[in-house]
């Protein structure tokens, strides 16, 4: 039994997962979630300002405290396309460093795709031995396809996340027919190349997947993602959020996720399942594993 606190820095969200493992299971036991917007940023400026540098550094700071007072053995954090998309990447993880005083990792495309795997798949009860896991985020999208019993043996990483295409293709709320093609257009060229192998089981990873889910369903096919874009499409991103209960930074690039799961899901040739776990769940169990080789 350990106790672990993990930070993750995303483009959009800074969250805590405060989490047990026993006995081979993950047990949340609280989690925090803030908005910071450090990939708008990233895309707006090219860079991150020092102002907000020091929001995430005192954000995480925050975090690192709740994790410690709450019994965390262990407390780290990783940031995603934030730190590897921004030329002063290295100033956000000094910063983040100082004011937590926790490790501070920025992944890599790799290390992202197989935490986001390994934490999707754990306590899911799947059918088949071939799984696929989808995790859209706002700066880039990890693909991993591998065994449920194990690592996954393919994994790529695209650097066209919901947030980065909103902000270059979807700036109208809703977007015009034209502007809509366009971002379609764009994720097609992107994806083209990518040929993963097919697995039996598709799940779809991260905060763009559980709000669609809350559009549509559990299970994101073809026909269903086709029907949220109708939706986005036609609905401003202030009322989809009120309506269906989605922060209102996700709501705003919700279109453009979906686009990017349509593309995804397409070559993967299954539907994906909404996995309520993901990259987070995938660091705790590295964490624990990183402890238990080590003893």
Known sequence: MMDVGIIDVGSHTVRLLFARRDDGRIQPLRQEKAT??????????????????????SLVGSFARIARKAGAVHVETVVTAPGRQSPNG?????????????????????????LAFSGAIHGMELEGESVAVCD?????????????????AWVRSVDVGALRLTGRFLAQDP???????????????????????????????????????????EELGASELEAAIAM????????????????????????????ILEAV?????????????????GAVLAVVDEAAAAA
Do not use: M, W
């Not at 910071?36 to 550094?57: M, N, P, T, Y």
């Not at 034209?178 to 993963?196: G, H, I, K, M, N």
């Not at 202030?238 to 309506?243: D, I, L, Q, T, W």
């Not at 899901?265 to 769940?281: A, K, Y």
């Open 232 to 259: 986005l499409r036609g609905s401003r991103s202030a009322h989809v959020a009120k309506e269906y209960g989605i922060d209102r930074g996700r709501a705003r690039t919700l279109v453009a996720g979906a686009l």
């Open 265 to 281: 899901q397409c070559r993967l040739n299954v539907p994906l399942r909404v996995s309520r776990t993901g990259l987070r769940e």
């Open 36 to 57: 910071l917007g450090l990939g708008a940023e990233v895309e707006r400026l090219g860079r991150l300002s020092e102002k907000k540098i020091a929001e995430a550094a």
């Open 90 to 114: 290295e100033d956000l993880v000094r910063a983040l460093h100082k004011a937590s005083g926790t490790p501070v990792r920025v992944l890599s495309p790799d290390e992202e795709g197989r």
């Open 136 to 152: 859209v985020g706002g700066g880039s999208t990890e693909i991993a396809v591998g065994s449920r019993s194990g690592e996954p």
């Open 175 to 217: 977007p015009s027919p034209q502007a809509l093609s366009l971002a379609r257009l764009t994720v097609e060229r992107e994806f083209c190349s990518l040929t993963p192998p097919l697995p039996k089981v598709g799940l779809a990873a991260g905060g763009t997947a559980r709000a669609l889910r809350k559009l549509v369903g």
